[in-house]
């Protein structure tokens, strides 16, 4: 009762401010060394103990940013249990992870490293790894104290930043060409808000930038646990970072436990568990269409 109200606010709220979807800015600043070097990162399994696994490898940046797969495979064939995001634009993003454990993508970076079940290494080893090779050399010309853990992470970190999507179809309705989306997109977005999917997904990264419970109105199974990991409140349970729907319809299966594989059933989801409200096949198909609108361009850095 208490969080139906919370939401009927919070929809309410929306409602008379009226939309809050941002477009992506066309540049953000970043070092370009800096994130030079952490591209090069980025695609090296070096990274990983037994140099088979790189970061793109779970997160393949032609490919929406992610694996496509539900649970992504680490080192020795490992299979995790939550799917994994998208990179691209996760600098808009307040947190970072499903349950929001890092605080920004300096603190993220360093995650994978050390799962065992992704890249399985240990710092220690691989600064002394890295020492050997021709990123001594890249480091020193960057960071004063050559590589650290901190310098790796900050220069991933700085690549991430030019991970950006500008300019979707739905940006450039957003900046004012009519034309850009067609009428039926446009009636998916006007669902979107009159149903209340934008209370939670808003802002630049249309999410990204708050918790919300999973089964808001409607409880639903979750094996996770979301922020109740991190706080180990009660009330935290089942709460996750609200997801970004930029790029969404190329990042399938859907939710953090990639249970769908397609957009129609996590909107009709949606629909059902965080507003407690039917939806028509129809209504689905036209909110499907508009978030067709959201997908944008990718510019990776040489
Ligand atoms: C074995 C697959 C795998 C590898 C390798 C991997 N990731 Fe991930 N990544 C994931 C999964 C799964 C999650 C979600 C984990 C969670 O939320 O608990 C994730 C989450 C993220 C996020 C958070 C996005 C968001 O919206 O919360 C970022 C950013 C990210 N990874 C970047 C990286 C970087 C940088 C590397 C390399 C240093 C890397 N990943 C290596 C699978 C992988
Ligand atoms: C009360 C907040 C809230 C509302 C309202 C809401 N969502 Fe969500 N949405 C979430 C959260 C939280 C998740 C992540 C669920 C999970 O996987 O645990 C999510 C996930 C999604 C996903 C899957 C994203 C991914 O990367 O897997 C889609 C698509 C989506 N929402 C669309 C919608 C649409 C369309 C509506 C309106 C019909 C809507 N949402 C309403 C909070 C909300």
Redesign the pocket.
């Known amino acids: 009762m208490f969080f139906k109200k919370i939401l009927f606010l919070q929809i309410a709220i929306v409602y008379l401010l009226g939309s809050s979807i941002e477009p992506i800015p066309q540049t953000v600043d970043y070092n370009y060394e800096k994130a030079l070097l952490g591209k090069k990162?980025?695609f090296d399994p070096i990274?990983?103990k037994d140099s088979s696994?790189?970061?793109?490898?779970?997160?393949d940046l032609n490919n929406g940013g992610?694996?496509g797969l539900k649970?992504?495979?680490?080192?020795d064939g490992q299979e995790?249990d939550?799917?994994?995001?998208?990179?691209l634009n996760?600098f808009f993003?307040f947190?970072?992870?499903?349950?929001?454990?890092?605080h920004n993508?300096e603190e993220?970076?360093?995650?994978?490293?050390e799962?065992p079940?992704?890249?399985g290494h240990d710092f220690a080893t691989l600064v002394e790894k890295l020492k050997t090779t021709t990123y001594n050399k890249d480091f020193k010309k960057i960071y004063i104290d050559g590589i650290t853990k901190e310098n790796l992470a900050d220069a991933?970190?700085e690549f991430?930043k030019t991970l950006i999507t500008p300019n979707s179809a739905f940006d450039r309705f957003l900046r004012g060409d009519e034309t850009a989306i067609t009428s039926f997109e446009k009636e998916g977005y006007e669902l979107f808000r009159s149903k209340g999917c934008i209370s939670c997904h808003n802002g630049v990264n249309i999410g990204?930038n708050l918790y919300s419970k999973f089964g808001m109105i409607v409880d639903i199974d979750s094996k996770h646990l979301g922020k109740y990991n991190i706080t180990k409140n009660e009330w935290d349970k089942y709460y996750f970072?609200v997801?970004?729907l930029r790029n969404i319809s190329l990042t399938a299966p859907y939710f953090?436990d990639g249970r769908y594989d397609n957009l129609k059933d996590a909107v009709k989801t949606m629909s059902l568990v965080q507003l407690g409200r039917p939806i028509t096949e129809k209504e689905i198909e036209k909110i499907v269409a508009f978030l067709k609108t959201l997908n944008g361009e990718l510019i990776i850095i040489k």
């Open positions: 990162l980025f990274l990983s696994i790189s970061c793109a490898t779970c997160h992610d694996d649970f992504s495979v680490g080192i995790g939550i799917n994994a995001p998208t990179v996760s993003n947190r970072q992870f499903w349950d929001g454990r890092a993508l993220q970076a360093l995650g994978p490293i799962n079940i992704e890249m991933i970190a991430e990204g970072k997801p970004s953090h």
